[in-house]
């Protein structure tokens, strides 16, 4: 299975920053990367897919970037209503797997 | 509107089995994989399985095989999805999730909770 390394797992920001976010696949995922917004209790939501690419109806101020191994989601400038925790997930090849989750939070 | 809507919580024994449903709705029920992903308490996301509903064919995650099976019922465009044996292990919060094509989840159900207690 590819596994996929997340980082930070937390951080905190004022509001206005920007944030970033990166993920490692453990082997070339090409561009089969997707980011999702998950809130407590909630079901997660796509926010980025094929790496760069933004959902319908997704803020600008989201972004996704990379190819191959490494890949890196931005938070332009980071609002309240950002506060969640963020996934990356390869899907390569099946089993789909997601990175351990980075939790935003403000300061 | 494309809409995933989950069956209700569970409460079960360890050993017993679990059926989860997952009702479809907004668009061509056959065109589209679907995906089970489920949540630990404060855990991160776990790949369960995926189901072709044209078909009805699955593949199921290594470490699950043997307990889980992945249904459909193509004239109620609903995916079910039954995990037997559990055990404490399994409580989580289970989610469809409808594959929109390049591997990516587009539309999830709300979730069902799944609780294994004695």
């Known amino acids: 299975d590819i596994q996929m390394t997340q980082s930070p797992s937390s951080l905190s920001a004022s509001v206005g920053d920007r944030v970033t976010i990166t993920c490692q696949a453990s082997q070339d995922i090409d561009n089969y990367l997707n980011w999702y917004q998950q809130k407590p209790g909630k079901a997660p939501k796509l926010l980025i897919y094929d790496a760069s690419n933004l959902e319908t109806g997704v803020p600008s101020r989201f972004s996704g970037s990379g190819s191959g191994t490494d890949f890196t989601f931005t938070i332009s400038s980071l609002q309240p209503e950002d506060i969640a925790t963020y996934y990356c997930q390869q899907y390569d090849n099946l089993p789909p797997t997601f990175g351990g989750g980075t939790k935003v939070e403000i300061k | 509107q494309v809409q995933l809507v989950q069956s209700g919580a569970e409460v079960k024994k360890p050993g017993a089995s679990v059926k989860v449903s997952c009702k479809a709705s907004g668009y061509t029920f056959t065109s589209y994989y679907m995906h089970w992903v489920r949540q630990a308490p404060g855990q991160g996301l776990e790949w369960m399985g995926i189901?072709?509903?044209?078909?009805?064919?699955?593949n199921y995650a290594q470490k699950l095989q043997g307990r889980v099976t992945m249904t459909r019922d193509t004239s109620t465009s609903t995916v079910y999805m039954e995990l037997s044996s559990l055990r404490s292990e399994d409580t989580a919060v289970y989610y469809c999730?409808?594959?929109?094509?390049?591997?990516?989840?587009?539309?999830w159900g709300q979730g069902t909770l799944v609780t294994v207690s004695s």
């Open positions: 189901i072709n509903p044209s078909d009805g064919s699955t």
């Open positions: 999730a409808r594959d929109d094509s390049s591997g990516y989840y587009g539309y």
